[in-house]
Structures are given as C-alpha cells and as structure tokens.
C-alpha cells in the first residue's frame, strides 16, 4: 500500500483554468502539507494542516485554496491557472505538527503544466 | 531567518569512491536534520536524521551524516559510492519549539552522479 498518494500524477491543462490535485495518506498522521518543486528543483513549503486545521499557509497566492475533509486527506485546488505555476506538487505528512523528531513521508508528486 | 545550503549543485565521484554532499544550516533554534533522496520522476524519500546524541548518524542504503553543531554542518557521506546512488540530495531542518509548525526548510538540492 502506498503511504501518501496523490492524484494525478500528470496534469496538463490551459492557462486560465480551475484544476484540483488530491491527496490521501493511509498512516494514521495528523498532519499534512504541499509543497511545491520549481524548474529549478527547490522545495518550498505553500500549506500545512494539522487535524483538519490550517496551520501554516507561506504567502501563496489567494487562487491555491487547500480543504481538508479529514485529517487523512488534503487536497489543493488552483483557481485561474497561470504559466508560472507550472511545477512539481508534493503532498507529504507527519505524525504531527509538535512531533518535529519525526521523519515527513512524501507522494510521488503531480507535474502540473500550465500550456 | 532560517535557511539551509547546500553549497554544491552538482557533485561527481566514481564509482566505488567514498562520498560526500555537503550541507550547512543557519536557524535560531535548536535544529533536527533531515537528509531526503528523490530519484528522477519519484517523490523524496527519507534517508536519515540527527535528533540528538551521536554526532554521527546511519540511515538507509549505506548513507552515513556527520552533525558538527560548531561548524552548523551536517554532511551525508557514504564510504563506497553506488551508480545506483546517483540521484538529487536534499538536506532539510526543522526547528523544534513553541511555534513549531513542524514545516521542512531545504536545501537547493545537490545531484549526485556516480560514474562506472
């Protein structure tokens, strides 16, 4: 079974547009994030959850919009897409947000290209 | 601010040399380390951390990192490189306290390439 998975693994779509990428993680954490990878390969933080409860949002753009339905999904919805958002979106999680001696668990991560 | 470099983007080594990709921290709290490996098209998967205790730290696939709190460095080494080890290295912190949010700081990543 995979750990963190995430939904699609490849998205295309035109500038413009409304897309969702989705994510589920099946060991039992409380806590989930996005990160996103640019061309130049730098991971950079954009949401935390922890139990459903937004608790890190690192000055992104009000058009990414995060839910959590429960705290073993996290999904991120881009309204209005944009060239520059093209990149890799990573959803990670961990046992919890004050456990910081604990390891992230990664997806495999959605390339997302804004055409 | 908190920040982590990785001074290399790019180190080479042949195969069946020992290795090293360095890292260096900047942060205002007491630190835990971390060291990912993302192999091309696969998401980052985790190689060791140092918490506290040993300086020296052993993870997965034969990877070893040394914390030097004087020098705030924590470089990954491994003493026989693998071609099968070539790959992008990612060193990472997270700060432990009050307002921990438990979030990942980087590293710009360094890629490996071993060499038959």
């Known amino acids: 079974d995979t750990a963190v998975s995430q939904t699609p693994k490849y998205l295309v779509t035109q500038m413009g547009n409304d897309k969702s990428i989705k994510c589920e993680q099946n060991?039992?954490?409380?806590?989930m994030y996005w990160y996103k990878q640019d061309s130049k390969k730098f991971l950079k933080i954009m949401f935390s959850?922890?139990?459903?409860?937004?608790?890190i949002n690192e000055t992104v753009p009000n058009r990414f919009s995060p839910k959590s339905p429960d705290k073993a999904h996290l999904n991120l919805h881009i309204n209005s897409l944009e060239l520059g958002d093209s990149a890799v979106y990573f959803c990670?999680?961990?046992?919890?947000?004050?456990?910081?001696?604990?390891?992230?668990?990664f997806g495999q991560g959605t390339r997302l290209t804004v055409v | 601010a908190q920040s982590v470099a990785q001074p290399e983007d790019q180190v080479n080594v042949a195969e069946g040399n020992p290795l090293t990709v360095k890292c260096t921290y900047s942060?205002?709290?007491?630190?835990?380390l971390f060291w990912y490996v993302q192999y091309p098209n696969r998401g980052l998967q985790f190689l060791l951390k140092?918490?506290?205790?040993?300086?020296l730290v052993k993870g997965s696939y034969g990877f070893e990192a040394e914390f030097n709190k004087s020098q705030t460095s924590f470089h990954l080494k491994k003493p026989s490189a693998l071609v099968s080890d070539s790959a992008l290295y990612f060193c990472?912190?997270?700060?432990?306290?009050?307002?921990?949010?438990?979030?990942?700081?980087f590293g710009q990543g360094t890629t490996l390439q071993v060499k038959p």
């Open positions: 990670a999680s961990n046992p919890g947000s004050n456990r910081a001696n604990t390891e992230a668990f």
């Open positions: 060991l039992g954490h409380d806590t």
């Open positions: 959850y922890n139990n459903k409860e937004l608790i």
């Open positions: 942060v205002s709290g007491n630190p835990y």
């Open positions: 140092y918490i506290t205790g040993d300086n």
């Open positions: 990472a912190v997270r700060i432990h306290g009050s307002s921990n949010t438990g979030k990942l700081i």
